[in-house]
């Protein structure tokens, strides 16, 4: 804690003398700090340099690599906590993805201050320097802040080990590029984190899960662009920060990087950050990709805009089926009161809606039964009626449903619940399985749509 505590005294002593001035607390722009902001992230800008965390190094004998700190601000964190987060980092392996996707790695300790509440994290960062008022508005609704080589990771907005493996790798990878990158654009560098931060919540979620978050996230671009509300990729936040921002820019960032993957490569990036350690941004971009930022930007909005025009074209499920689960399968497509019915067989089988609501599957089919769910459009239910009907907490168990939802042309998975006598929708769950059936996969039939091109870059 000494050494942290010095670390911000010192960074505190920066900063504070650059936003004393006339230009305000972002106006001066020298090192990146990042924050995620509303649950996404925003870059502020202060005159902290990325030799702020010199003098704070320490070794983690569990840790290989560049050594990383982990420290509490505040009370009420227990050491468990910290141990968790350790546990996390190493089960993810965020420093090593982030140096093998940048290409290069860190050089000084990165510091993670544990907050536990709005109150210390507003207090942690007024110690970083943040302004008051900003210190303030950040502290209810971002979950992640960096500052040269210090993240500041608020646990009370990252309940999920999930929300946490995405907002440790996201912060890590500012770290990074902080320490090797004096200039970077806005849409560069949060691109690469949100990127890196959802590559990082891939490694511990369910697929189908992870498939779902990727694609809404894309759904609210896309609504974005529907709306003729988008705008060019940025280079400064300074409409964020001035509470400007229309929508969460960083997910257009993302999208960006993705397209940038799916159409040069992963390695592209790192010769991207290889470029930019030693040339101005727009010359790196040119001599990376061979065509300007803007060139870049005209060309990934027609991709985003093809995308928002394109009608669905149905899905297929891939359901598994436990030999436990004895009974039949609805599948009441969207729009529709009427749910088709299939018997269930241990194995893995497929079931396709299409775009006009037929089902077909590779199951006994035992016809169509109107559904108690009336007809919703955008929402399609897989809904299992066992044979017998067991009971579940002391009532008996009526049936179980799955909620897919329809947006854009794109099919996620929402909750699974059960139906009990007297409870309609018994132990919700974000996990897609109910009773032994298991949702493994979603595949949105929809070969030339852009935007999977892009979401299929967290797969390369
Ligand atoms: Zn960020």
């Not at 902001?37 to 983690?60: I, N, W």
Request: a negative charge.
């Amino acid at each position: 804690m000494g050494g942290l505590l010095a670390a911000s005294l010192v960074g505190l002593g920066a900063i504070g003398a650059i936003c004393d001035g006339a230009e305000g607390p972002f106006g001066v722009h020298r090192q990146a700090a990042s924050v995620a902001y509303r649950g996404k992230e925003v870059k502020a800008a202060s005159a902290s340099t990325s030799s702020d965390a010199d003098g704070v190094h320490f070794s983690l004998p569990f840790f290989f690599g560049p050594p990383v700190k982990i420290v509490t601000f505040g009370s009420g964190i227990p050491s468990s906590q910290v141990t968790h987060i350790q546990n996390l980092l190493n089960r993810v392996n965020s420093i090593q993805r982030i140096r093998d996707f940048l290409g290069v790695r860190m050089n000084h300790t990165a510091t993670i201050v544990l907050v536990k509440n709005a109150a210390d994290y507003q207090a942690e960062l007024r110690q970083l320097g943040v302004s008051a008022g900003d210190a303030s508005s950040l502290s209810e609704d971002s979950n992640g802040f960096t500052l040269g080589s210090t993240v500041v990771i608020p646990l009370f907005q990252n309940p999920t080990d999930v929300d946490l493996a995405n907002v440790l790798t996201h912060e890590l990878t500012h770290v990074d590029i902080n320490q090797h990158i004096s200039n970077i654009p806005s849409w560069m560098n949060e691109g690469m984190a949100v990127y890196m931060g959802m590559n990082g919540q891939k490694a511990i979620e369910n697929p189908v899960d992870f498939a779902s978050d990727e694609k809404q996230d894309a759904e609210d671009i896309l609504q974005v662009v529907q709306s003729n509300q988008l705008v060019p990729l940025t280079g400064s936040e300074a409409a964020i920060l001035s509470g400007q921002e229309t929508y969460d820019y960083e997910l257009q960032d993302w999208l960006a990087v993705c397209y940038l993957i799916a159409h040069y490569g992963k390695s592209s990036i790192q010769t991207l950050v290889r470029h930019l350690e030693s040339e101005n941004p727009n010359q790196a971009f040119y001599d990376t990709y061979g065509e300007t930022v803007s060139a870049f930007n005209a060309q990934f909005t027609k991709a985003l805009k093809q995308s928002a025009s394109v009608a669905s074209a149905g899905a297929s499920l891939e359901i598994s089926i436990s030999p436990s689960y004895h009974g039949e399968i609805f599948v009441q497509p969207p729009n529709q009161a009427v749910g088709h019915g299939f018997k269930a067989e241990p194995g893995t089988h497929h079931v396709t809606v299409t775009a006009s609501g037929q089902v077909q599957a590779d199951l006994p089919p035992v016809g169509t039964k109107k559904s108690k769910i009336p007809a919703t459009p955008g929402t399609m239910y897989v809904s299992l009626l066992p044979q017998r009907f067991g009971s579940v907490d002391g009532q008996k168990l009526l049936d179980a449903e799955m909620e897919i939802q329809i947006q854009n042309g794109l099919y996620t998975f929402e909750n699974a619940w059960e139906e009990l006598e007297n409870n309609p929708m018994y132990d919700p769950s974000y996990l897609p399985e109910v009773l032994g059936v298991t949702i493994t996969a979603i595949h949105d039939e929809a070969p030339n749509d852009p935007i999977l091109t892009m979401l299929n870059a967290e797969n390369a």
